[in-house]
């Protein structure tokens, strides 16, 4: 495989477990206000980010590629307000979208199909994590401004539970 593809690939690792720790923060932020089910909706988006980060991993296991661990970045967020994660998240996730992309971008280039489609779920489930983002952030700025409306949002991100991803390698 093409060096260069491998080196996103191994980055993506790094990115995606950041990804994890990043939302993990932001469980924590909502957890020092009390605010559990939204504390609960990003601990289950964490989890979903270390399954991404275990799947480039072992796309890259299943392909014979040396696999090397940098340090994981130390989330640097501060949030003034319950709306600050739900503007970050969205922000991140446009950030690993352009990431997506740019591997893609080198598997095109590269002939890489394997790569495209491994990639072609990742391309579906940003699209999917930057709808669930925006939508959060509408329902907030509708309804999070009246106690009620806030205490149903929170109640509603209570419920979200983890599912294993759809693609297995
Ligand atoms: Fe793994 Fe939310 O992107």
Not at 21 to 37: F, K, P, Q, T, V
Not at 71 to 94: F, Q
Not at 104 to 118: L, P
Not at 143 to 168: H, I, M, N, T
């Amino acid at each position: 495989m093409n060096e260069k593809i491998a080196f996103l690939l191994n980055q993506q690792i790094n990115k995606e477990f950041y990804s994890a720790y990043l939302y993990l923060d932001m469980a924590n932020y909502y957890d020092e206000l009390d605010l559990d089910g939204f504390a609960n909706y990003f601990t289950v988006q964490a989890q979903e980010e270390r399954d991404h980060a275990m799947l480039f991993l072992k796309y890259m296991q299943i392909n014979g590629l040396k696999v090397t661990f940098e340090e994981i970045g130390r989330p640097d967020k501060t949030y003034s307000g319950a709306v600050d994660p739900l503007l970050a998240a969205l922000e991140h996730e446009k950030y690993v979208t352009s990431l997506i992309n740019d591997i893609y971008h080198e598997a095109h280039a590269a002939k890489d199909y394997r790569t495209m489609k491994f990639l072609d779920w990742f391309v579906d489930e940003q699209m999917e994590e930057e709808d669930s983002a925006n939508s959060l952030i509408n329902r907030f700025k509708l309804f999070g401004s009246d106690p009620k409306g806030l205490y149903l949002l929170d109640q509603e991100c209570a419920a979200r539970v983890y599912a294993a991803p759809s693609l297995v390698l």
